[in-house]
T-cell receptor, first 116, second 113 residues
């Protein structure tokens, strides 16, 4: 069984400040981890993914995440927030790369608010 | 590349009727598609895995006869909500797998009156 916990349903940061969205996972097998972003009334867009290669993963729009096995974490960061980053962010886990066979298990999501 | 569409984007129906939602991969072929359900301000829950040419695999607690899935071609999967009731109102999102990544459609908002 797999599960994902995202700490903080809402995170508010000032424009230009560091963005940190937390994700912890539980998996009985080596996990594949993903971050997706969802804008209002839209589907999900893949930000980045970890598939057992480099532990520091760089994604689109300046986001990156680091896989820490000892902490079972995969936190998402961005050095400087932009207003356009305001959205819902989901962390997801799968036992297969891309969720090929099992689908994805999602966290509850974190709503990122950017203050001007 | 890797664009997934859904149709309709929004549908309102009366209780007891059936609604079909289409999921298409526009520029790639997908042997595997997934259907998720998202309640307001909540996360996505995997409903079923749709494999081209074979029966769908449903997650525990998802009624097969209620949510009929057909994956007749490599670019199209359909989800039919049969005898819809107000509690079926939700946001339904599909994804298609390509190159070890899931690409998501824009979602279909279903409201059952």
């Amino acid at each position: 069984a797999q599960s994902v916990t995202q700490l903080g349903s809402h995170v508010s940061v000032s424009e230009g400040a560091l963005v940190l969205l937390r994700c912890n996972y539980s998996s009985s097998v080596p996990p594949y981890l993903f971050w997706y972003v969802q804008y209002p009334n839209q589907g999900l867009q893949l930000l980045l993914k970890y598939t057992s290669a480099a532990t520091l993963v760089k994604g689109i729009n300046g986001f990156e995440a680091e896989f820490k096995k000892s902490e079972t974490s995969f936190h998402l960061t961005k050095p400087s927030a932009h207003m356009s980053d305001a959205a819902e962010y989901f962390c997801a886990v799968s036992s297969n790369s891309g969720g090929g066979a099992d689908g994805l298990t999602f966290g509850k999501g974190t709503h990122l608010i950017i203050q001007p | 590349g890797a664009v997934v569409s859904q149709h309709p984007s929004r549908v309102i129906c009366k209780s007891g009727t059936s609604v079909k939602i289409e999921c298409r991969s526009l520029d790639f072929q997908a042997t595997t598609m997934f259907w998720y359900r998202q309640f307001p301000k909540q996360s996505l829950m995997l409903m079923a895995t749709s494999n081209e040419g074979s029966k769908a695999t449903y997650e525990q607690g998802v009624e097969k006869d209620k949510f009929l899935i057909n994956h007749a071609s490599l670019t199209l999967s359909t989800l039919t909500v049969t005898s819809a009731h107000p509690e079926d109102s939700s946001f339904y999102i599909c994804s298609a797998r390509a190159r070890e990544t899931q690409y998501f459609g824009p979602g279909t908002r279903l409201l059952v009156l």
